[in-house]
């Protein structure tokens, strides 16, 4: 992945222009087939995560029981439909990330959420391992306000356990989504189309406490 060496978020005022009209002409998901853009039907929820580089994240959304479709994309950001070289570039604010449909029967939010912590390292601000910029920072980006009431207590959870095991605070933002952009048909579903693909998605090997209702 193109990397940027910006450490600081661009501010509205200073972000490219995008443009109108999206960068994308969807296709249904190249693994299962489903659809990635809505509507979705009324059963299913969205959530968008940020973790890194978005190929292997979302690699490890579609093979979770209970997600009906992924894609990936940019949050977060100023710039309207940005393209990939954009947000690279570090001048629109967004950070690359995946959508995640699913069906709150089969999977809960906070099942969704423990796999977000668990498969990355979220302590480590402008990037990713290896991968450097605004555009690899973590987040969490939610569609209700049960989402991030269940996002801010898996962080609260989650914060004294990665501590101990002897990383620094959690950095990952927590908001309410603004608006999701999807990135061009190549990233979609990028490693299933290109198995020996880049993947920079790598866990702390530290486990993420879930909520009463799910266990422990």
């Not at 939010?109 to 498969?119: A, G, S, Y």
């Not at 989504?177 to 579903?189: I, P, S, V």
Request: contains cysteine; aromatic residues 10%; glycine residues 12%.
């Amino acid at each position: 992945m193109w990397q940027s060496r910006k450490a600081k978020i661009t501010e509205p005022g200073s972000a490219l222009p995008g443009r109108d009209t999206a960068i994308l002409d969807p296709a249904p998901h190249f693994v299962n087939g489903n659809p990635i853009v809505g509507p979705f039907a009324a059963n299913l929820e969205s959530i968008v995560v940020a973790m890194g580089c978005f190929w292997g994240a979302e690699r490890i959304f579609w093979t979770l029981p209970g997600v009906f479709t992924t894609a990936v994309g940019y949050a977060g950001g100023s710039s309207p439909n940005p393209t990939y070289e954009e947000v690279c570039s570090g001048r629109t604010g967004h950070t690359e990330a995946v959508l995640v449909v699913f069906d709150p029967a089969v999977v809960s939010v906070d099942q969704i959420l423990k796999r977000f912590w668990e498969e990355h390292d979220p302590t480590q601000g402008m990037r990713q391992g290896n991968d450097r910029g605004t555009q690899y920072r973590s987040a969490v980006y939610t569609n209700t306000e049960a989402q991030l009431e269940a996002a801010s207590a898996s962080k609260d959870r989650y914060s004294p356990v990665i501590r101990a095991a002897g990383y620094g605070d959690i950095t990952t933002e927590i908001e309410p989504l603004g608006e999701f952009y999807y990135a061009e048909d190549y990233h979609q579903q990028y490693l299933a189309k290109n198995p020996s693909g880049y993947c920079g998605i790598g866990g702390t090997g530290v486990s993420c406490p879930t909520g009463l209702s799910e266990g422990v």
